[in-house]
């Protein structure tokens, strides 16, 4: 079981840049792969970037490709999202998530999540 706590939301203007966190609690951080995903109000929770246990493979959402960077640090036991040139349709909820499985681009395969944390890009 691996306990997540987000940081780093907050409200941006559009072409800016803000920096996503996640700490996780427990020995066993190095063992998951790690993912972040995000939902507005009003729609479905959406894939935003994934990270292998080691760091070595990386998945991103089409809509951040070239834009969002995840990142890791095993002995930290944290994982990051930096987000630059973001855009109003970037707003929504952000959620760190935990899978005990495999890296994968699917919500039903993270078993441990985050309470979540709020990124507003408005001007």
């Known amino acids: 079981q691996v306990q997540l706590v987000e940081s780093g939301g907050g409200l941006v203007q559009p072409g800016g840049s803000l920096r996503l966190s996640c700490a996780a609690s427990?020995?066993?951080?190095?063992?998951?792969?790690m993912g972040w995903f995000r939902q507005a109000p009003g729609k479905e929770r959406e894939f935003v970037a994934a990270i292998s246990r080691t760091g070595g493979n990386t998945y991103y959402a089409d809509s951040v490709v070239g834009r969002f960077t995840i990142s890791r640090d095993n002995a930290k036991n944290t994982v990051s999202l930096q987000m630059n040139r973001l855009k109003p349709e970037d707003t929504a909820v952000y959620y760190c998530?935990?899978?005990?499985?495999?890296?994968?681009?699917?919500?039903?395969?993270?078993?441990?999540w985050g309470q979540g944390t709020q990124v507003t890009v408005s001007s």
């Open positions: 427990g020995r066993t951080f190095s063992s998951h792969a």
């Open positions: 998530a935990a899978s005990a499985l495999y890296l994968s681009r699917e919500h039903v395969n993270y078993d441990n």
